[in-house]
């Protein structure tokens, strides 16, 4: 399974500098764990560091440019930080598998004399096989959509920008390789014709790259919840679908792919999900006579079942989210923000434990990272696996991890429930 061990965002928002786990010149750092928290009061940034990983998403999938409009962000100066002039900046850094030679991926955006965003700068380096220590060799470097790629799986170049500011073009020159040697063969001069796209995007669809494919595959497969109960009672036109898209418009048709495909496994799922939503003893699905599907609850002291138009917001959020880590071929990344609106507070814990035993289960599973405001969904979680976001007097925010207080440490561990020391203001800055 893919997983994010860390990751950083400069000069978006209020997250002027806000790094979460272990980066590739970080690496004393604890990595980040299989199921990540964010907690924090309302304004501190919740919702910004969310939408980062959403952000990143859509430029990949349509481009800068229309990532900054998208989702109501307004364009790159709604984003920039106020008061910064240089560029958005992410870096992740990433393993496919544990025991996968560790890559990290910089993204640098900023706007032109017109006002419009591009990329800057992107990089895609990862220390050569046996190299422990030093740094990574970049196998991908573009700056203003220009710059070198290495074939294969194993070469790369090794940059120390610490010795100046760095200069592809002299960089590039400086080579002179010959046509004829072996290390030429695996390097390639590019040039993007879109400096609004993402190398990635463009690179990662050729077979000979396949570390940047295997990286573009990762953050497509991305989930990002913006589930609303209204979008799941719509009446979706009859057709299996075989994943739950991010509004849960098509709970219906996954619903119906997984009567169809996985009869059996499917009934053992709704048997397992109507044992955690109160009141629910089978779920199914009806298609009415124009092609539309229905979406039924059988309450167990009714006889006939409810549609999921006559559902609580909160039934359907947990059935949802039970739904969707079931899938057959899960997200590698799932992020889902305040799963805890609308539902009964003591289901939160047992969320909470699905979320985890999802994320640190069965091969293949997903990374789950998660917004809350909620304490008793954070008694369900260890020090370890919650982060604290708090805004400064300067208005930008700041973020810690829970297990960084040997208070909090001990303290949990003579019993006493995260959560709770939360809601006591344990976790509050001292």
Same mark, same amino acid.
């Given at each position: 399974m893919a997983k994010i061990e860390g990751f950083r965002v400069k000069n978006f928002r209020t997250l002027k500098d806000v790094t979460l786990g272990r980066l590739w010149n970080l690496q004393s750092s604890v990595p980040l764990t299989p199921m +990540?928290? !964010?907690? =924090?009061?309302?304004? !501190?940034?919740k919702s910004t560091l969310f939408d980062a990983f959403g952000f990143l998403a859509d430029c990949l999938k349509a481009g800068v440019e229309e990532a900054c409009d998208a989702r109501g962000r307004g364009g790159f100066q709604r984003i920039l930080s106020q008061g910064q002039s240089d560029p958005i900046e992410f870096e992740i850094y990433y393993k496919e598998d544990g025991n996968a030679r560790p890559i990290t991926y910089e993204l640098a955006i900023d706007q032109d004399a017109s006002g419009r965003p591009f990329v800057l700068k992107e990089r895609l380096r990862q220390r050569r096989k046996g190299q422990k220590h030093g740094w990574p060799f970049s196998f991908l470097v573009l700056n203003n959509g220009k710059g070198v790629v290495w074939k294969g799986e194993q070469e790369g170049q090794k940059i120390d920008e610490t010795s100046g500011d760095f200069d592809l073009s002299k960089w590039i020159?400086? $080579?002179?390789?010959?046509? +004829?040697?072996? @290390?030429?063969?695996? #390097?390639?001069? !590019? @040039? $993007? %014709? /879109?400096?609004?796209?993402?190398? #990635?995007?463009?690179? =990662?669809?050729?077979?000979?790259?396949?570390?940047?494919?295997? *990286?573009?595959?990762?953050? @497509?497969?991305?989930?990002?919840?913006y589930f609303t109960p209204d979008a799941a009672r719509s009446l979706p036109l009859a057709g299996p679908q075989k994943h739950l898209n991010i509004h849960g418009d098509n709970l219906g048709n996954v619903v119906q792919f997984m009567e169809r495909e996985h009869p059996k496994r499917f009934q053992q799922i709704l048997n397992r999900i109507a044992d955690k939503i109160p009141g629910i003893n089978k779920i199914d699905s009806e298609k009415t006579n124009d092609g539309r599907l229905l979406l039924r609850f059988n309450d167990k002291g009714f006889k006939d079942p409810f549609y999921a138009q006559q559902m609580s917001d909160g039934t359907l959020k947990v *059935?949802?989210?039970? $739904?969707?880590l079931e899938d057959p071929v899960p997200p590698p990344f799932l992020c889902i923000e305040e799963p805890e609106n609308g539902l009964y507070?003591?289901?939160? %814990?047992?969320?909470?434990?699905? *979320?985890?035993?999802?994320? +640190? =289960?069965?091969? =293949?599973?997903?990374?789950? *990272? #998660?917004? +809350?405001?909620?304490?008793?969904? !954070? /008694?369900?979680? @260890?020090p370890e696996e919650v982060w604290i976001l708090e805004k400064e007097s300067n208005g930008f925010s700041t973020i810690r991890r829970a297990s960084d207080s040997d208070l909090v440490n001990n303290m949990v561990r003579e019993g006493l429930p995260l959560g709770g020391l939360w809601y006591s203001d344990y976790l509050d800055a001292r």
């Amino acid at each position: 399974m893919a997983k994010i061990e860390g990751f950083r965002v400069k000069n978006f928002r209020t997250l002027k500098d806000v790094t979460l786990g272990r980066l590739w010149n970080l690496q004393s750092s604890v990595p980040l764990t299989p199921m +990540t928290a !964010v907690i =924090g009061k309302n304004g !501190v940034g919740k919702s910004t560091l969310f939408d980062a990983f959403g952000f990143l998403a859509d430029c990949l999938k349509a481009g800068v440019e229309e990532a900054c409009d998208a989702r109501g962000r307004g364009g790159f100066q709604r984003i920039l930080s106020q008061g910064q002039s240089d560029p958005i900046e992410f870096e992740i850094y990433y393993k496919e598998d544990g025991n996968a030679r560790p890559i990290t991926y910089e993204l640098a955006i900023d706007q032109d004399a017109s006002g419009r965003p591009f990329v800057l700068k992107e990089r895609l380096r990862q220390r050569r096989k046996g190299q422990k220590h030093g740094w990574p060799f970049s196998f991908l470097v573009l700056n203003n959509g220009k710059g070198v790629v290495w074939k294969g799986e194993q070469e790369g170049q090794k940059i120390d920008e610490t010795s100046g500011d760095f200069d592809l073009s002299k960089w590039i020159e400086s $080579l002179k390789l010959n046509e +004829t040697s072996e @290390e030429s063969k695996e #390097i390639e001069v !590019v @040039e $993007l %014709e /879109d400096r609004r796209k993402l190398g #990635i995007a463009t690179l =990662g669809s050729l077979k000979q790259h396949p570390r940047i494919s295997a *990286f573009r595959q990762f953050i @497509e497969g991305w989930y990002l919840s913006y589930f609303t109960p209204d979008a799941a009672r719509s009446l979706p036109l009859a057709g299996p679908q075989k994943h739950l898209n991010i509004h849960g418009d098509n709970l219906g048709n996954v619903v119906q792919f997984m009567e169809r495909e996985h009869p059996k496994r499917f009934q053992q799922i709704l048997n397992r999900i109507a044992d955690k939503i109160p009141g629910i003893n089978k779920i199914d699905s009806e298609k009415t006579n124009d092609g539309r599907l229905l979406l039924r609850f059988n309450d167990k002291g009714f006889k006939d079942p409810f549609y999921a138009q006559q559902m609580s917001d909160g039934t359907l959020k947990v *059935f949802a989210y039970l $739904l969707l880590l079931e899938d057959p071929v899960p997200p590698p990344f799932l992020c889902i923000e305040e799963p805890e609106n609308g539902l009964y507070h003591k289901l939160l %814990e047992t969320l909470a434990r699905e *979320f985890r035993e999802h994320a +640190t =289960g069965r091969k =293949g599973s997903s990374q789950v *990272f #998660i917004t +809350t405001h909620q304490p008793y969904f !954070v /008694d369900a979680l @260890e020090p370890e696996e919650v982060w604290i976001l708090e805004k400064e007097s300067n208005g930008f925010s700041t973020i810690r991890r829970a297990s960084d207080s040997d208070l909090v440490n001990n303290m949990v561990r003579e019993g006493l429930p995260l959560g709770g020391l939360w809601y006591s203001d344990y976790l509050d800055a001292r």
